[in-house]
């Protein structure tokens, strides 16, 4: 079952979206390149906008409600405008095939390679975790765009095609990790990856004067936060290829925070931590219970060497969080970030996986609001 209600998703490369009947003229024209006819294996001989939008409103949206088909819009990140497709298909269980193409106007910008990172994230979200593609031995475009994202080669055979026809089909083939470690449960907190309905609660921690003071960003408008939700869908961790991890942090159902986790040098393991805490919500240890959570899931799951955080040296409530949570002060550096039309210095925190006890935080000890923190991600 494909959960495409965490659609839209998007990275620097690609929006992946659902389609629209403003894709239609697109879509149409894009069909009728050559590269598109000879490699694409569409099922239609031929396709008009009018018979575009008709199978958006027909076969599209019942692959979308039965969860078992779902071809998808890859839209140009910046202009959301349509820039090709890509279906995936003959879902079971925990397999699915996958198909693309990209409107020769916009090939060569690792659309291909943006949308399939997007789509390995929304399989591993719907708990799939093998996905496959056949394509035409001479199509090397394809061919490097799937090896890019991780699908391994396998054989080359009499086939039949998406569409039909009868060729000799390269076959790839991925392997999705699945999420394991996810959600996370302490005492009073749950953390989980990001879902649409937390832009509410995000935009309204976000968008506070005072939540943005130490922030890189201003406070963020409401389109800016579902930008930013969007991507955040897809960062479900820093294992198989993934490159961030992303958690909103849950307090009696409701969203109160989050916490980041991206790596800075992913060959040597060395990753660089973020949390952002409701003012409201501040006061009661629970931001140290949430960072103390991701800690030690940064050292136990997976392994790495070092966490670092960095914030503004104004920042003290969020320097006492990392005190807290067992992280050393390293470095106070002076005025290395213009910030907000000034000079501002910025503090390093760092933990070791061989500290005694790099994630020791006592959320009871004098628990503060954290604050957000510079070079976190967004
Ligand atoms: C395969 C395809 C989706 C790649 O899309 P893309 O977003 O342009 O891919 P990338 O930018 O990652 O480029 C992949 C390869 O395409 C080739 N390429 C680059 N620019 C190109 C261009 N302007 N025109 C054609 N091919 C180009 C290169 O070989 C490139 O590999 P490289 O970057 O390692 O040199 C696209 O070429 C296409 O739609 N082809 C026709 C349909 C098809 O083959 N679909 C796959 C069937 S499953």
């Known amino acids: 079952m494909l959960s495409t209600s965490l659609l839209p998703i998007r990275n620097e490369r690609a929006t992946l979206r659902t389609m629209r009947h403003s894709d239609a003229d697109a879509y149409a024209a894009g069909t009728r390149d050559a590269a598109v006819r000879k490699y694409g294996h569409l099922p239609e001989p031929e396709y008009t906008a009018e018979s575009v939008r008709a199978l958006i409103d027909g076969p599209i949206r019942e692959g979308l409600d039965d969860g078992d088909l779902a071809v998808l819009a890859i ?5 959301d405008d349509f820039a090709g497709s890509l279906v995936l298909f003959g879902a079971t269980g925990t397999s699915v095939e996958v198909g693309f193409w990209v409107h020769p106007d916009h090939r060569g910008k690792q659309l291909s390679t ?9 399989l591993r979200r719907s708990r799939i975790t093998d996905v496959t593609a056949r394509i035409l031995i001479d199509n090397d475009a394809s061919r490097r765009a799937l090896e890019r994202s991780g699908f391994v080669r396998g054989e080359a055979m009499h086939d039949t095609t998406p569409s039909g026809d009868s060729a000799v089909l390269l076959h790839y083939r991925r392997a999705i990790e699945a999420i394991e470690a996810f959600p996370l449960t302490t005492e009073r907190l749950r953390l989980r990856l990001h879902e649409h309905s937390d832009v ?6 976000y968008g506070r004067s005072a939540v943005a003071r130490y922030l890189l960003d201003e406070p963020w408008t409401m389109p800016e936060t579902v930008r930013h939700v969007g991507e955040r869908i897809a960062h479900t961790g820093l294992a198989d290829g993934g490159t961030k991890l992303a958690l909103v942090v849950e307090h009696d159902g409701a969203v109160i925070g989050d916490v980041t986790l991206w790596p800075t040098d992913p060959e040597h393991r060395v990753a660089e931590i973020g949390w952002v805490l409701d003012p409201e919500w501040g006061g009661r240890g629970l931001a140290s219970e949430a960072v103390n959570a991701v800690l030690s899931t940064a050292f136990t799951h997976y392994r790495l060497h070092r966490v670092a955080a960095q914030m503004d040296a104004r920042n003290t409530a969020s320097a006492e969080l990392a005190r807290r949570v067992g992280m050393t002060a390293e470095a106070h550096l002076r005025q290395n970030w213009w910030s907000k039309g000034e000079w501002t210095d910025t503090l390093i925190f760092g933990a070791l996986a061989g500290d005694t006890d790099p994630h020791s935080g006592r959320p009871d000890r004098a628990p503060r609001a954290a604050n957000p923190q510079r070079n976190r991600p967004l």
């Open 75 to 79: 839209a140009d990140p910046t202009t």
């Open 200 to 205: 509410r609660a995000l935009d309204r921690i």
């Open 114 to 122: 943006g949308a399939l990172a997007l789509a390995i994230e929304l």
